[in-house]
């Protein structure tokens, strides 16, 4: 027997992924901490596999926890199943508890064995996949991957019949459309951590092909003789885009990176279109510029963090969001929001997401523990920045996830950034007796010694417009002022920003150089 376990990502960013993965599985693992109970992360992953019908099997991991609380974590989760929707059926779960790092599990908490078998019995009493090895061939393409020496790769389960290397078979878009003959030159399946390749793989399996140079997710390959396409897959649309460019700065390349180039650029984004589909590019008026569509910041981000990985260089615009007109409306995306946090922030966050029109869907009963949930419908421009807004008014302590909403009519209009920025008034290196003298003008990004060139944004100005600073001053040395007295200014600490940070901060007409 071969059970195939497949990880899924917690970020409604990459929704349709989640969607695709949980349409090839039959039974799905719920991992839920034994002291911490549900996050609201683990909202979006289930109410996608509730919808699709899945027996969920929850297992409570790190009962070894000395503040570990398995009935409260059990009687949230079933709260949780109920608000979901899930059915009677599903919301009489099987439960294993388990301690991973001491490789312990058991059906009781207080009783855990020294092995993993009770809950590997627990998966192999999920249901086993429908699949007859005598229909005729359906395979739908679920997620797509490229190889550098065989090409474009396609990844699905096969949900009739068989798949033999070599032998010509079918491949449709859906039922209605055409059937055009394509040949598999390769076939994997799953073995361990890695990929096996066989010569034939029959129902139930998942697979991985090569030698099919089109297709689309969706896509299915079926029998030329008896050909039975599946509904096509509605792949996730994007709901905002950023502008990537060359970086034009004063210190551009001096970062030691490679790949500086528009046609670098263009090359990588047309190599990420092969597997990630919910992106999209478009060229506009710059030569040097490409407009990068994508399902949501942190998607954007990703890609952006891995060519910086890769030694590109380049120059990111803010981000928009797509909006769209239907029968006269301006409509745009909305994001369901859930957050929770210590009892004491709730008004200031509810304050923060009603100015960016945000409507209140739900708001919890505190916990004991003095923790509140707290649910909103908010635009999906209004959370451009909220993120580091609401770090800052909970102490870091809230916990905040957001899931598409759906297209709704225009919100309005919302204030923009309150602050100006400190920038910086000549090219040079900041010096800690400059950044002494100003820093009660706001706080600072640039730390000393660190170079910067004329207009570059060293800080956030504490009042609405910006200003213009030197941060790049030496002392004078004469017989009154010594070099050495310089240890003793002090400087405040500089902000740190990620790159998500960094480009929900920038507006129209500034940019994040990534090096």
Known sequence: MQVNIVDTPGHADFGGEVERVLGMVDGVLLVVDAQEGPKPQTRFVLKKALELGHKILVIVNKVDKPASRPEYVIDKTFDLFCELGATDEQTDFNIVYASAINRQAGVEADQLTNSMTPMLDAILELPKPVASVTEPLQLQISNVGVDSFIGRLGVGRIKSGVLTKGQPVGISSGPGTPVKQVKPSEIFVYDGMGRASVDTASAGDIVVFAGIPEFDIGNTLVDQSDPRPLDPIAV???????????????????SGAKL?????IRDRLAKELEVNVALKVEETGDADTVQVFGRGLLHLTVLIETMRREGFEVMVGPPQVIEKE???????????????????YAGSVVNLLSERKGAMLEMGAPSPEGMQSIQYEVPTRGMVGVKSKMLSATRGLAVMTTTFAGYKPYAGDFGGRNKGNLLSFEQGTATPFAITKVQDRGSFFTTPGEEVYEDQIVGIHAKAQDLKVNICKAKQLTNMRSAGADEKSTCTPALQLTLEDAVEYVEAGEFVEVT
């Open 326 to 344: 239907e029968n006269g409306e301006k409509l745009e995306p909305f994001e369901t929001v859930d957050i929770e946090l210590p009892e004491e």
């Open 260 to 264: 500086l180039t528009s046609r670098n």
């Open 236 to 254: 996730e649309q994007p709901t905002m885009s950023i502008t990537l460019g060359v970086n034009k700065s004063p210190f551009a390349g001096r």
